[in-house]
Structure formats: structure tokens, C-alpha cells
């Protein structure tokens, strides 16, 4: 019998992607929980007996200060642990959107040297506006688990107004790309690294998303919850839609590793 993984749908308050998030992993295999994140901190929940845990898309706290920073200080002083203790057990860990703005602000990516140490950041997009749009992410490292079974592009949607990549400094970048931790980037749709509107942020060396050194912890800035189903393409009348540039791709990758490796 083919046992599935349990994923953790972390919530606070503005998260708004919890549902379709829960429900693009059910549809892919997996058995999903949204809970609240006081409801880890009073242990009414244990997040060690989860297998995934994924911080999805949202306005977490309203997006004050930062986007996602007042949740990552948050984390920090009463979660820190324990998600470092879920890591070190070899479990997955998935940031979308606001989940990786709140990864960043953490310090849990790129995690060099399994240190809670912030050293990039994802800020306002060049064209200072809300930005919502599909776009073409190619795949640049090998290294991730959620992204071991794919190949083409992927092609899903964005939606922030605060996902420009930015590294503290020069070296910082080439030691993401020098480790291999440069998970996707944005690309046109034949496959080409140009800039706006295929980079529909300014994001540096178009990274829209990075792992941490082992490849179990991703965060990206697309919504691959937001592409699960064919009907969820504007062409999905007039195109064929390849399933290997789904988001669903993502969703399942991660799935069939802890099932692999977890369950």
C-alpha cells in the first residue's frame, strides 16, 4: 500500500494561498493540513509529524515593514528549532511567494553554512507596481528535490509587488551560482534570460527562485498552486498544455521524494 506524505500548510495572519495551496497537494498525492501558526506555539500541533512544510503566498501581518518580515522575526523567536530540527531530519520545506519573502528574511535561504543569517532579500519590482502575469522559469540546478523530474520550461504565474531578487553583495551572488543554488530562473518563452516582461520583476541574474545547499528547502516567488489544473491556463482551449510545465511538476516532485524517502 502507497502511503502519503502529511504536508503542513503553515497560516498567519494575511495569509490568503492556504486552500488552493492544500488542495494542489491533495490533488497531487498527498495528504495536507492547514494549520495555524499559534496553533504550533501552544503545541496543539506538532511539526514533527509532518513530512513537507510549506509557507504559502499571502500578506502576511499585512506586509508591514516588509513583506514578510514580521513573520520571519516571528519565526525566529518562538520556531527556529524546531524548523531546524524538521531540516536536519531530512524533511522538505517549500516557501511561495510571501513563503520565500518570509525564507529570505529568516535566513533559512540560502542557508550557507546551516546558519539563520540573512544575506539576500526579495523587494519592491523595478516597475513599482503589483505585477500578476504568467511567465517561463527554467530550471538552473539539479539540486533540489522538488525539481529533479522535469525538463522544458515551466510555465505559471506570478503575483507580488515586492519579488525582486537582490543579494547583499557581489560575492554573495556568485556563491549561489557557484554552489548551484540557483533554483529557476525567469526566461522567455524560448528559454532565453532577457529582461522585462519575461523578468517581470528586475530580479537579479533573473533568479525567481534558490534552494539551500541540501536542495530539500526551496523558496520561489511563482505560484505553482495556481497551475495544478489544465483549466487553470488562459489557453488551455486553443493550446495543448504539457503536464511537464505545470506547477503541478513541483508539487508532485516533492511529494514522490518524501514518499521516497520520509514515509
Known amino acids: 500500500m502507497v502511503k502519503n506524505p502529511n504536508v503542513i500548510i503553515l497560516k498567519s495572519a494575511g495569509t490568503n494561498c492556504d486552500l488552493e495551496t492544500k488542495i494542489a497537494f491533495e490533488l497531487s498525492g498527498a495528504n495536507a493540513q492547514i494549520v495555524g501558526f499559534t496553533e504550533l506555539l501552544r503545541r496543539k500541533k506538532q511539526l514533527s509529524k509532518f513530512h513537507i512544510l510549506v509557507i504559502p503566498g499571502g500578506f502576511s501581518y499585512g506586509d508591514d515593514i516588509a513583506a514578510g518580515k514580521v513573520w520571519a522575526t516571528e519565526i525566529r523567536h518562538y520556531l527556529s528549532e524546531e524548523m531546524k530540527s524538521f531540516s536536519r531530519k531530512g524533511k522538505l520545506i517549500l516557501g511561495i511567494c510571501n513563503g520565500f519573502q518570509v525564507l529570505v528574511k529568516l535566513g533559512i535561504l ?154
Open 110 to 263: 540560502p542557508g550557507f553554512d546551516g546558519n539563520f543569517k540573512q544575506s539576500v532579500t526579495l523587494t519592491f519590482n523595478d516597475k513599482p507596481r503589483y505585477v500578476d502575469r504568467w511567465v517561463y522559469l527554467k530550471k538552473s540546478s539539479r539540486k533540489s528535490a522538488f525539481l529533479k523530474n522535469f525538463h522544458g520550461l515551466l510555465n505559471i504565474p506570478v503575483a507580488h509587488t515586492e519579488g525582486k531578487f537582490i543579494t547583499k553583495n557581489e560575492e554573495i551572488l556568485k556563491r549561489l551560482f557557484r554552489d548551484n543554488q540557483i533554483a529557476l530562473q525567469y526566461v522567455d518563452s524560448e528559454g532565453n534570460l532577457t529582461g522585462y516582461p519575461a523578468n517581470p520583476n528586475g530580479s537579479v541574474g533573473n533568479i525567481a527562485g534558490i534552494c539551500d545547499p541540501s536542495g530539500r528547502i526551496l523558496g520561489m516567488m511563482p505560484h505553482p498552486e495556481r497551475a495544478v489544473l489544465k483549466t487553470h491556463y488562459p489557453n488551455w482551449r486553443r493550446e495543448k498544455i504539457r503536464t511537464s510545465s505545470m506547477g503541478k511538476t513541483i508539487i508532485k516532485n516533492g511529494i514522490e521524494y518524501a514518499r521516497k524517502n520520509l514515509v
